[in-house]
């Protein structure tokens, strides 16, 4: 188990790159979702650094970090891009078997609409 300490290498001299404990980052980095939540992206930026956050049972959790000053602001949503996730969306929505529009998206595990994976649970109801 990987303890508090071991989670602190501003040098990076033990991971590599700099660490630093779960919400202790310095100010300046953020990862991919805290860019997101500001409209920016990394903008092929390589990881500044990374947090880690130890577990009981397994390896600790890792974020990776990248400078906010380096980031670029996201790409604006085209017309054509719009059209081809509507396009997806519908696709998984679409029920192969009876080729109707679900209005959610299809369990992967079963395959098709709940009505075609249970047809006679819909005849009784």
Do not use: N
């Amino acid at each position: 188990m990987a303890a508090l300490a071991d989670c602190f290498d501003p040098t990076g001299a033990r991971h590599g790159i700099p660490t630093y404990p779960w919400r202790c980052a310095p100010d300046g980095l953020a990862t991919r979702r805290q860019l997101r939540a500001r409209g920016l992206r990394p903008g092929g930026q390589p990881v500044a650094a990374q947090t880690l956050r130890p577990r009981r049972r397994r390896g600790p959790l890792v974020a990776y970090l990248y400078r906010l000053d380096q980031a670029k602001p996201v790409r604006p949503m085209t017309e054509a891009k719009r059209q081809a996730l509507a396009s997806a969306m519908r696709a998984r929505r679409t029920c192969p078997q009876c080729r109707t529009d679900a209005g959610y998206v299809i369990p992967a595990s079963l395959g098709v609409c709940v009505p075609c994976a249970y047809p006679d649970d819909q005849r009784t109801a």
